[in-house]
């Protein structure tokens, strides 16, 4: 959560970009020959292959006959990664247990160079909206339009807020979408107020979630949790209240887990 944007004179090396223009592709086009890649990235044959060659010598990519994919070796990479997350090691079991409680699906994200991560999804026995919410686990997001998104959000020092709307803008999802930077800072107060955040169908018409912040001892915004179901459900006065009890009291036991691991690496030692 502290990554900043490089400053613009800061120097980087075309190779290593166009690597990972390939590694994109790759990722976009579901694999790929030399010609396709070639023709989608505006590189010389010689070129692709050359980081394709490169790329499958390290074990990132595997090849199919005329067909390159990316290897598992991304997922390796992508577990070690998440496991080394505190909001994932200490949020693991408690968003389990909010799927379990609300029988919906719960979320818990951060948020890296101005987007949503979703680091884990559960699905609840009466959950909706599978294949989508498997694809968000694979991209990153806007953050404005998803409840676990504004209560990031909301938690961020104004002028960064500033910067990722300046960078990215205000894409409309749907109808309800809030576009306006204004009416999103009221949002972002409100949030603040009463110490959760909504998405009343400003993702997916249809679908309505309550979020949650999870802060570290100081303050500094590490992440979210959220519960996101229909909106004939999650409306009715007596469920939606359930559900936001349900998302504040797991953000919170995830702040303690969290602030009681950091607490325990400054205990003294003996000599």
């Known amino acids: 959560m502290t990554d900043r944007d490089p400053p613009a004179e800061a120097r980087t090396l075309t190779t290593v970009q166009h690597a990972f223009d390939v590694v994109r592709a790759l990722e976009e086009l579901d694999g790929a020959g030399v010609t396709e890649l070639a023709e989608r990235l505006g590189m010389s044959k010689s070129a692709v292959y050359s980081h394709l060659t490169t790329l499958r010598e390290e074990r990132f990519v595997v090849k199919d ?14 577990e070690y990664v998440r496991n080394r997350h505190q909001l994932y090691r200490h949020g693991k079991r408690e968003l389990e247990g909010l799927a379990e409680e609300t029988g919906e699906y719960a979320h818990l994200a951060t948020e890296q160079h101005g987007l949503s991560v979703n680091l884990y999804k559960v699905r609840g026995e009466k959950a909706v909206g599978s294949d989508y919410q498997t694809s968000k686990l694979q991209r990153p997001d806007f953050l404005h339009f998803s409840a676990t998104g504004k209560a990031i959000l909301a938690h961020l020092p ?28 009221d949002d972002l107060e409100r949030v603040r107020e009463r110490g959760y955040s909504t998405n009343d169908e400003e993702e997916v018409k249809g679908l309505q979630a309550v979020g949650a912040p999870v802060r570290d001892a100081t303050g500094r915004i590490l992440g979210s949790v ?46």
Not at 65 to 78: A, C, D, K, R, V
């Open 158 to 185: 104004e002028e960064r807020v500033h910067r990722i709307i300046d960078r990215y803008g205000l894409e409309r999802k749907t109808e309800h979408t809030i576009t306006d930077r204004d009416a999103l800072f």
């Open 226 to 271: 959220s519960v996101s179901g229909p909106v004939n459900r999650m409306r009715e006065p007596e469920y939606h209240d359930s559900v936001v009890e349900h998302v504040t009291n797991a953000a919170n036991v995830i702040e303690v887990n969290v602030n009681m691991a950091d607490t325990a690496t400054e205990l003294p030692t003996f000599d």
């Open 65 to 78: 006959g005329h067909t390159y994919e990316l290897s598992l070796g991304f997922l390796l990479l992508g």
